[in-house]
């Protein structure tokens, strides 16, 4: 069962129930489409690298806000740091405890961001369409179809130049849409 995503997710996004759409199948293309994240990345998902360069301010932002009950892997000059020993963590923000990190020291975060589970959503559902499980043939099909590809490419953007992106999470307009 993939850890991204959900069901609900991927059935909210194509406007089906699940009366509508064989579940078994959605949770496969789910457990495919963390498959493809992963292999984009890390197998830990999204990696931020800093060097420590002030040791006044001892907290790190993740660049993504972080998925809610994860917590991040971090790693300092190449060691796993322990949570609430080396650092503290709580909404995506990373505190190191004073004297646990040095000026010049390399810092890298693994962690997995909350737009993550959109991505294994819309991934699954454009497979559904791609694999032919779903008629592209009437208009409104259609429609859901350019959008799942088209929020795909954006997701894909800021996976690869986050800097870039200019995404809003489909979440906050989903009421104008359905």
């Known amino acids: 069962m993939s850890s991204i ?20 199948e959605v949770s496969k293309f789910l457990d495919e489409a963390e498959l493809k994240i992963k292999a984009r990345h890390n197998k830990d998902f999204m990696k931020d690298e800093f060097i420590v360069k002030n040791t006044r301010s001892l907290t790190y932002n993740l660049y993504f806000p972080a998925k809610e009950n994860t917590v991040p892997k971090v790693y300092v000059k190449g060691l796993l740091k322990t949570e609430d020993v080396d650092y503290t963590y709580s909404d995506s923000v990373i505190t190191f405890i004073s004297g646990k990190i040095n000026l010049y020291d390399k810092v890298v975060v693994y962690y997995i961001p909350e737009y993550f589970d959109d991505y294994a959503n819309y991934l699954a559902s454009e497979r559904m369409y791609s694999v032919s499980l779903l008629d592209t043939e ?41």
Not at 18 to 23: C, K, L, M, Q, R
């Open 5 to 24: 995503g959900s069901v609900e997710g991927v059935l909210r996004i194509l406007g089906r129930s699940s009366e509508e759409v064989n579940t078994v």
């Open 138 to 178: 009437n208009a409104v099909s259609k429609a859901i179809y350019d959008t799942i590809k088209e929020n795909v490419k954006i997701y894909e953007g800021m996976t690869f130049e986050p800097n870039l992106s200019t995404f809003v999470d489909h979440k906050e307009f989903i009421n104008d849409v359905y």
